[in-house]
């Protein structure tokens, strides 16, 4: 689909214009909320496996317990967290539209790193089903490409 009069691409100059940046500002900000989410729950969890191991704090120094403050998420986990979401995106794709499992990655991929290549489009294989669920599944991949791309922010 591309923009056939000269009101249409004018359109897409000012949706470009404006969605550009707008995406941009989304995409930063989606990634800083996700990680700091990220870092609380790992910190979280850390501190409760921290706990079981008996330390006596009172016997650490000053820089130890600077230490103990600074926890790292490690990169591994965060790139755990982007493979779930994408095999979750996977799962559900593949069954609502009836897609195999590498058209599903494929698309899931392709969508959340904004590459997009519109060959695969989430909505035109509801057949026979009620239009109200239609509805309930459009908001839920809408909602699964939103989340997900903050999720690819946060990776970097």
């Given at each position: 689909?591309?923009?056939?009069?000269?009101?249409?691409?004018?359109?897409t100059i000012i949706y470009a214009i404006v969605g550009i940046p707008v995406y941009i500002l989304y995409f930063m900000n989606m990634g800083k909320v996700f990680a700091n989410f990220f870092k609380w729950i790992y910190r979280k969890i850390h501190a409760c496996t921290f706990r079981k191991q008996n330390i006596d704090y009172s016997t650490m120094?000053?820089?130890?317990?600077?230490?103990?403050?600074?926890?790292?998420?490690?990169?591994t986990a965060c790139i755990w967290v982007l493979l779930v979401y994408l095999f979750t995106g996977t799962i559900m794709f593949a069954e609502w539209e009836g897609w195999n499992y590498l058209d599903s990655i494929y698309f899931c991929v392709t969508s959340l790193c904004k590459?997009?290549?519109?060959?695969?489009i989430p909505g035109t294989n509801f057949h026979g089903e009620?239009?109200?669920?239609?509805?309930?599944?459009?908001?839920?991949?809408?909602?699964?490409l939103l989340v997900g791309m903050g999720i690819v922010a946060m990776n970097y």
């Open positions: 689909m591309v923009p056939r009069t000269h009101w249409g691409k004018i359109a120094e000053e820089d130890e317990d600077f230490q103990k403050d600074q926890i790292m998420v490690p990169s590459i997009g290549l519109g060959d695969f009620q239009e109200e669920m239609n509805k309930v599944k459009l908001i839920i991949n809408f909602v699964y």
